[in-house]
């Protein structure tokens, strides 16, 4: 990696007349602005008609980037097909479950299995590479842009005969399929795969296995089309890396880890969402998650924003002072190389024109053009973070296939979120100091010392293995409630619940009992939600129900140990599990704080470290590093501490 972070954001220069063009470099220049990714939305001006090309104003773009020393992520614009390709083929418009066929008019106007869109987006994106393949501003191929993000499913014809031959070659024969998806159930044994829908509107509720599959066969058609391009880019210009920005951690349609293996470098975006209470809390999930995505190396933050967005929120908020630099120093601390925004100049029309910008509509005698300018001089002053890595000492087991699983209406209760229990565990490690990887269950998990699986109702039998396994090893295991449930095809585990990790844990499950409103445990500490009628057959009982039976157990388990919890425990209580299995793990924080400063150790290889301190209270608070040395962060500052 070199050693400079980047720091940018999305130029669209053709929403503006190009004498503003001259201003924007040289006002990127006065911000620190080293790298700027540009055509994402260029479709309908670089190909104005079907097959006749327009780049002149382009090169334009590309030279003045070159001329001032500042790196572009080029875009193939194939996130928005022009309105041209709707007229020409409406057949490839998206189709929703009810069968309503989106029309042209926004973006990702498209149906990812539509062959004539495949074709299509690879012209403009071959006609993109060859024109600029030797450009000296090309550093980064930014492949299309947050795939799936308005369309990740289509019901089409085209996309259920695409199903179709997904199905076929992962089950090879109908009785195959029939049997993984319970199809005896409703009477709904298929005879030949042409009978076989995607999950369109029906009756009542569709088979739990068919929607399953048709997320990930969904998940899938979005990741052939980036390694289309992807291929076709490598082909073009080898050595030039490519990536596409992911929605690590906000968006679940797609399977980040399978784009995470295709790309060469991890990128993702994140956005505060204005109801969250401790928005950085969430940031620092997705900047985790977007770290172990790529297996703990340096990625790419492509786009936060520097105030408000522009959504469907009944307030988009926009940041307080200095929220723009905490923000950016806590994707810095969980392992970005390079902080970048979306976008660089706020748009004048549009349906983004109420999204801010690096620079505002105001202009730059702003609060956010002197955050954004002091931001880059500091970003610049810590080029020596490039590079380095964080270390987690625990992992966070997420799965998309059983978040997608558990997405089925048909559940024990609705108030269970696998998303957001994920979230509530690693707020509560955030709020101990303690950095975790967000790994997935088939994950190498033998460096860590804590794994914890806050709820994988689906988990697969090479995954259940993959944590009992760390646990006899002598790993420390937390399992919440509702998890190892059933089998990959959503098919219930049998026995006894949880079917994947009953010797794990050393208990067995009879019955669930959802919960109408909170409970006292024994201890006297709160729970809600859920409860689950259990037994200890190996595990020491931890905390009980008032009828006795067990609330928190832990038991031996080779040279290790499992906790469970079969019940949804209030966040203090949650924090206490966690922070015990934290000391039976041997799990530090880099630096001892007061509740809402943020610490985040990145190491280099050769010992240099940089201890992040980021205090997100209204109050000045004190840090102590593990050298014992204090260090006061005023409210709302961060520092930087070089050891
Ligand atoms: C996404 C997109 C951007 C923009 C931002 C802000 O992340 O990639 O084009 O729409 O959201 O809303």
Redesign the pocket.
Known sequence: MPDVIAYGG?WNPEQWPEETWEQDVALMREAGVNRVSVG??SWSLLEPVEGVFDFGWFDRVMDLLAGNGIGANLATPTASPPPWFATAHPEALPVDADGRRLHHGSRQGFCPSSPIYREKALRIAEQVALRYRDHPALVMWHVH??YG?HNARCHCDTSAAAFRTWLRARYGTLDALNDAWGTAFWSQRYSDWAQILPPRATPSFTNPGQQLDFRRFSSDALVELYTAERDLLRRLTPGVPATT?L?AGAHWDMDCRAFAAEVDVIST?H?LIGARPEPHIDLAFAADYARSLGGGRPWLLM?H?TGA???QQPRNLAKTPGELRRNSLSHLARGADGIMF??WRQSRAGA?KW?SAMLPHAGTDTKIWREVVALGAELAGLAGVAGSTVRADVALLVDHSSVWAQDHPAQPTSELDPVEEAKRWHAALWRAGVTCDVAHPEDDLTGYRLVVVPQLYLVSDAGAANVEDFARRGGVVVVGPYSGIVDEHDRVRLGGYPGAWRDLLGVTVEEFFPLAGPIRLASGTTAGVWSEQARATTAKVLDTYEGGEPAWTRNQYGDGTAHYLTTRLDDAALAEVLATACREARVEPPARSVPGVEVVRRSHADGRSFLFAINHTDADAPVTTATGETVTVPAGDAVVIPG
Do not use: L
Request: hydrophobic share 30%; charged share 25%.
């Open positions: 999305d994402i939305f842009n947050e993000c920005n929605m975006d956005y786009e924003s967005v522009n959504w979306f976008q983004e999204h």
